[in-house]
């Protein structure tokens, strides 16, 4: 079974940075392409960012600018930098693997860490 362990969530001001990191069990070339989410409390999950094997990244509009998607395939983990945070930044941070078998596609996850900015 597949493990995604997320952490470097916490408590910073508007303005700071936090850097996310998801070590998986396996190899990040297991999988097609890795993300981050984020669900903030009364909102439905989002994408923040992914990244592909090939390394081709795509970012929400709110992360464009100041998040950085990255991965350290040695290490088997992906790194989610985020500068100049905002309040609104506010949530909890899921780390997500999908990949796909002969049976389908399919989505592991992680257990999230929570991101809180203050003003």
């Known amino acids: 079974q597949v493990q995604l362990v997320e952490s470097g969530g916490g408590l910073v001001q508007a303005g700071g940075s936090l850097r996310l990191s998801c070590a998986t069990s396996g190899s990040l070339f297991s999988f097609n392409a890795m993300g981050w989410y984020r669900q903030a409390p009364g909102k439905q999950r989002e994408l923040v960012a992914s990244i592909t094997n090939a390394g081709s990244t795509n970012y929400a509009d709110s992360a464009k600018g100041r998040f950085t998607i990255s991965r350290d395939n040695a290490k088997n983990t992906v790194y989610l930098q985020m500068n100049r945070l905002k309040p609104e930044d506010t949530a909890v941070y899921y780390c997500?693997?999908?990949?796909?078998?002969?049976?389908?596609?399919?989505?592991?996850w992680g257990q999230g860490t929570q991101v809180t900015v203050s003003l």
């Open positions: 997500n693997a999908k990949g796909s078998s002969y049976v389908g596609p399919y989505d592991y």
